[in-house]
């Protein structure tokens, strides 16, 4: 009996145990298998651009003045017309690990300037290693890749003042030359699709679309076109459009580049420089405040439907060196012409207009609201078929009256060419004489 009761005990015990372990696996059915690996990969490290400036001894020259002096070793750099001064040797330095190509560039902490705003720097060339300074760029590869040193070329700028300069810029100073390095990645290192990923990469300062140009010149005040490219494309309800917004004083070096805009929208004194601007809307530049300062200077302006200056504020115009075949509306505008040529005809209304040179081969018409007729003042420049003495204005009662407007210190004479083409030259009385050789 009780073998009897022992057996019963065994065997439910047992009974229990494997319903136990049936409760247990029913209760871990309802998670998926799982597993885990970890394996060993590669370290990841971002590439790092870094560029220095050195000397013969490897040392590193920045935040040092840079040393030039003449070519018979003096550091007195007195310059005349037709003369040479050099720097010291020196290389661009790769101390990244990245591929790199870089620029250099050659600016002034102090320069005194002529009556136009010009400097020493203006009229000065500079080379490097006998090529233009503007079109040199090196590339350095990370020390040991290669071959490479690390190194660029052994370096040496030179500056030179043409024989023409003139006497204006007698007596004009410079302070601290400063030598700047700008770099940026070189299409060398390849991912999966080869080397060119990083091929559209910027020198700092450089845009190469509208909406860098714009961030540009907001947070910077100055820019340089990369290439030819478009303003911002904006888009509306009812169009779509291009412009160049300039809020903060800013300065725009087109970099012998076109620039693109259905109209320049200021709100800041603005210079652009060095280039092609082409405007599609015939009130191409607006100014939304008064006092504006608008210079163009080394400028091809482009415009089909011609270049209308217009607005009730007291903007100021200044056209240097300005090639223009577009014609040009000014309203209400004060506008300076320090030189240029200037194929479209210029219509003024109510403009006080400064010639100081340039050479015009349409007419020049004048509106005056005023019963005396605009101050428009021509000291130099030259007209073909155009008599600035005998020049048609419309007055208020739409009678038209003759004015000169030549300055009194400046002389006119003509000259007829061997077409039977007539100029009307105007050049200051007394003349400056360029520097001697």
């Known amino acids: 009996m009780s073998h009897r009761r022992y057996t019963k005990q065994v065997l439910i015990t047992s009974i229990s145990s494997l319903l136990l372990c049936c409760l247990t696996f029913l209760g871990t059915t309802y998670a998926w298998f799982t597993d885990s690996v970890t394996s060993g990969v590669n370290t990841i490290q971002a590439g790092s651009l870094q560029v220095d400036l050195v000397n013969e001894n490897n040392e590193s020259i920045v935040g040092k003045q840079a040393v030039f002096h003449m070519t018979d070793g003096s550091t007195d750099l007195i310059m005349e017309p037709g003369m040479t001064f050099v720097s010291d040797p020196m290389y661009v330095a790769n101390q990244g690990n990245l591929a790199l190509m870089f620029q250099i560039k050659v600016d002034a902490e102090e320069a005194t300037q002529t009556s136009d705003g010009k400097t020493l720097l203006d009229v000065i060339t500079f080379t490097v290693n006998g090529q233009p300074l503007d079109a040199y760029e090196g590339v350095i590869l990370p020390a040991g890749q290669s071959g490479s040193t690390g190194r660029s070329e052994q370096l040496q700028i030179e500056g030179h003042m043409p024989k023409t300069v003139g006497n204006e810029y007698q007596g004009l100073t410079i302070g601290r030359f400063q030598i700047t390095v ?8 390849s991912d999966g699709f080869g080397t060119d990923y990083d091929q559209e990469a910027q020198y700092p300062g450089e845009a190469g679309n ?35 917004n300039v809020e903060n004083p800013s300065v725009i070096d087109l970099g012998g580049h076109q620039l693109t805009a259905d109209w320049l929208n200021l709100s800041a004194d603005v210079t652009i420089k060095n280039g092609t601007l082409v405007l599609g809307n015939a009130n191409a530049i607006a100014c939304s405040q008064d006092g504006i300062n608008v210079t163009l200077e080394d400028v091809i302006l482009i415009s089909d439907q011609g270049v209308t200056l217009s607005s009730d504020t007291h903007e100021t115009y200044v056209f240097t060196r300005v090639t223009t075949d577009a014609d040009i509306k000014i309203e209400n505008k004060y506008f300076t012409i320090n030189d240029g040529v200037y194929n479209g005809a210029i219509h003024l209304i109510n403009t006080q207009l400064t010639a100081n040179g340039g050479t015009y081969s349409g007419q020049m018409t004048i509106e005056s609201a005023l019963a005396t007729p605009n101050t428009v003042t021509i000291y130099e420049g030259s007209f073909l078929g155009f008599d600035p003495t005998q020049c048609a204005v419309q007055m208020p009662d739409h009678t038209i009256q003759t004015v000169n407007l030549v300055s009194p210190d400046s002389t006119l004479t003509t000259t007829t060419t061997s077409d039977g083409a007539v100029w009307y030259l105007v050049t200051p009385s007394q003349t400056i004489t360029d520097a001697q050789e």
């Open 210 to 244: 509208g909406t860098e140009l714009n961030r540009l010149l907001k947070e910077e005040g100055k820019a340089k076109l990369s290439k030819n490219m478009e303003a911002q494309r904006y888009t509306d309800e009812t169009e779509t459009y291009t412009y160049l």
């Open 182 to 189: 700008v770099a940026k990645q070189y299409g060398y290192e």
